[in-house]
């Protein structure tokens, strides 16, 4: 079996977010594999350890620096990586567009039995391109998964519910997406970081692929920061005066009590 585990290379969730000519500036900020991401390589790794298959190849949509997150996967595990790009994938919001590519790339990358991918990026949070692409594929999805078994032709996927657990089975090909209690990602040794070195990295261009991008849905015609809050006041004294101070505030300012 072979298994295919889409990645993407984003900020660090302590990033401190600026904007710059209109755009998400990343001057300065440590980009990373996408944290629910690490959980699908992972889960990939563990199932071909155990000899559920024979191949774990990990595909990304990004420019150069994504190789970065990659390498990073290579060296936890993986047989191959594929990148992705063209500049007009730059533009911001394309989440349609991307979820074309991404299923041409998968469409070229056949065959393979299972898809894996984390359940969503933790900068934008749209948690959509992947299950387009699988949509795109015509394949089922088992989304947010907590435990996964394969084998039988199948998936059998446990899914936290609130209040409740949820068994899910499907047929493969498929799509699971990984929640974090799925497993503990591994960190990448030193001997396994310079075997990745020497793992094959191919870069593809949409025409490599067969894939005509298109345009955006939508155009994002602007973009800035929430205004800093403002009116905050400290109470000060003692417990008992602050509290009386603090409750006159509620009533007279805030008009909340």
């Not at 047989?79 to 911001?92: E, G, I, M, Y």
């Not at 396994?192 to 015609?221: H, Y």
Request: hydrophobic content about 45%; some cysteine; glycine content about 8%.
């Amino acid at each position: 079996m072979k298994i295919v585990v889409t990645i993407k290379q984003t900020f660090t969730t302590e990033a401190k977010i600026a904007v710059d000519g209109g755009a998400i500036s990343d001057k300065g900020i440590k980009q990373i594999v996408n944290p629910y991401d690490e959980f699908a390589v992972e889960q990939a790794i563990k199932i071909k350890e155990s000899g559920g298959a024979e191949e774990v190849v990990v595909l990304t949509i990004g420019p150069e620096r994504a190789g970065e997150a990659l390498r990073q996967c290579l060296a936890m595990g993986a047989d191959a990586a594929f990148r992705v790009w063209d500049d007009s994938l730059a533009a911001p919001g394309a989440w349609d567009v991307y979820a074309t590519v991404l299923a041409g790339a998968l469409e070229k990358m056949k065959p393979w039995e299972l898809l894996l991918a984390g359940w969503v990026a933790v900068d934008d949070n749209a948690a959509i391109v992947v299950q387009r692409a699988a949509e795109t594929l015509g394949i089922p999805q088992v989304l947010v998964v907590n435990k996964l078994d394969v084998g039988d032709g199948k998936v059998t996927a446990v899914r936290e519910m609130d209040g409740y657990r949820e068994v899910v089975e499907a047929p493969l090909p498929a799509l699971v997406t990984a929640d974090k209690a799925l497993n503990t990602p591994r960190y990448p040794t030193l001997p396994n970081i310079m075997k990745a070195k020497r793992k094959p990295l191919t870069v593809w261009t949409l025409e490599d692929i067969g894939v005509t991008a298109g345009s955006a849905g939508f155009t994002r015609t602007g973009l800035a920061l929430p205004p800093a809050k403002t009116g905050a006041k400290i109470v000060e004294g003692e417990p008992e005066e602050a509290a009386v101070a603090l409750a006159d505030l509620l009533h007279t300012e805030a008009k909340v009590i």
